[in-house]
């Protein structure tokens, strides 16, 4: 009884070539995105899983509001937010800071104000 299912399924799918072919392609197509959204995913899930505490970590970010009413994420933020952060939230036990500086910085003290110049 199932052989004779088998073969009429093979029978109807080589005399309908275009549309089986159209449903595998389609069908492969849906499994090959599917597997490269979950590793996207799954990768983009798996940052700091290796630390023994993972759910007490944070990162600080800013957003960056432009004059055009755009708003930007930024990487980082003020290096005076670790003071800030001290001070005003007693939980945090320790702090770390990620400075990204340009090869070619140059930061000059005046009237109290730091100006920096990058080549």
Request: net charge positive; proline share 4%; no cysteine.
């Amino acid at each position: 009884m199932l052989s004779s299912y088998i073969k009429i399924a093979v029978r109807n799918l080589r005399k309908q070539r275009f549309y089986t072919t159209l449903n595998v392609l389609g069908l492969s197509l849906g499994i090959a995105g599917g597997l490269l959204l979950f590793q996207f995913i799954r990768y983009h899930l798996s940052f700091d899983r290796w630390h023994a505490k993972d759910g007490q970590l944070y990162r600080a970010v800013t957003d960056l509001h432009l004059p055009d009413g755009s708003v930007h994420p930024e990487q980082g933020t003020p290096l005076d937010l670790t003071t800030a952060l001290e001070k005003e939230v007693p939980e945090i036990k320790d702090q770390a800071v990620l400075l990204k500086v340009p090869l070619a910085t140059v930061g000059v003290n005046g009237t109290g104000v730091r100006k920096f110049f990058t080549d």
